[in-house]
């Protein structure tokens, strides 16, 4: 059994601390980096991929 059992209020609350550290780590990557926060989103690059083909890794 757990000792500290987390409830749902704590992982939301996580959740929005996550949020918002990766709009900061975004923000930092663009001013140092050049571009958009938006060019620095992994899930919006992901999104755009997701019909991409994947290899499987196999010799041709």
């Known amino acids: ?3 500290n059992p987390v409830d749902e ?13 990766r709009e900061e780590i975004r923000e ?5 980096l050049g571009g ?3 060019d620095y989103d992994a899930a919006a ?5 997701a019909d991409e083909p994947v290899t499987d ?3 041709e």
């Open 1 to 3: 059994m757990a000792r």
């Open 9 to 21: 209020a704590d992982i939301e609350t996580l959740r929005e601390q996550m949020h918002e550290q």
């Open 28 to 32: 930092a990557l663009a001013e140092d």
């Open 36 to 38: 958009s926060p938006d």
């Open 45 to 49: 690059f992901l999104r755009e991929r």
């Open 57 to 59: 890794g196999g010799t």
